[in-house]
């Protein structure tokens, strides 16, 4: 059956927003990329990121720009800046954790809870992914996603040093192409 005419129009109407979107979305994206390209280290840093299988480009440069171009003496000081550590409450003879501080960049920290999600997604077979897999067992998902955290934390001492010195994460699977090669072929 044929379309009503105002349903039609309001489709086309739809549709020219979408690719007005989507133009919008690629100009976006082209002056990122040169932006980076004009920082050798973070290009370097966010190609590096992109050869693992899960990491996306979006994330990959938001990690590259917002954590690994500052320089981090341990991997306390980094967990610290993605307000991943836990805080501690100390009152008198009694010290116990709070949970972490979330006292750090926080749109990084959102970013890494994405990227170990996917990491668990496109890297099951990493050590990481299994430790993830053992200690939710049987658990709730209020318990999940705490241990999630958790896995976000070993995630970026793991990409850390995987920028800093080239130590490829244990049992990472790298990506068959990353976006510098595909758009160069």
């Not at 000081?77 to 709070?98: E, F, I, V």
């Not at 992914?129 to 705490?146: F, G, L």
Request: hydrophobic letters at 40%.
């Amino acid at each position: 059956m044929p379309l009503a005419e105002r349903l039609r129009r309001e489709l086309e109407r739809e549709y020219q927003r979408l690719e007005l979107i989507e133009t919008q979305i690629r100009i976006v994206e082209k002056e990122r990329d040169t932006a980076d390209a004009q920082d050798p280290a973070v290009e370097q840093k966010r190609e590096l990121l992109c050869a693992l299988q899960g990491v996306g480009g979006a994330s990959a440069v938001i990690l590259a720009r917002e954590v690994f171009a500052r320089q981090f003496a341990s991997r306390r000081q980094l967990g610290s800046y993605l307000g991943l550590t836990p805080s501690a409450y100390d009152s008198g003879s009694m010290t116990r954790c709070q949970g972490i501080s979330k006292a750090g960049n926080s749109w990084a920290r959102r970013v890494l809870i994405e990227v170990a999600w996917l990491w668990r997604k496109y890297q099951p077979g990493s050590p990481l992914s299994h430790w993830y897999t053992r200690k939710t067992a049987d658990q709730s998902p209020r318990i999940r996603r705490i241990m999630l955290i958790a896995l976000a934390r070993k995630l970026a001492i793991s990409l850390w040093r995987y920028v800093e010195t080239g130590l490829v994460p244990d049992g990472a699977v790298m990506a068959k192409t990353t976006p510098h090669m595909a758009a160069a072929a």
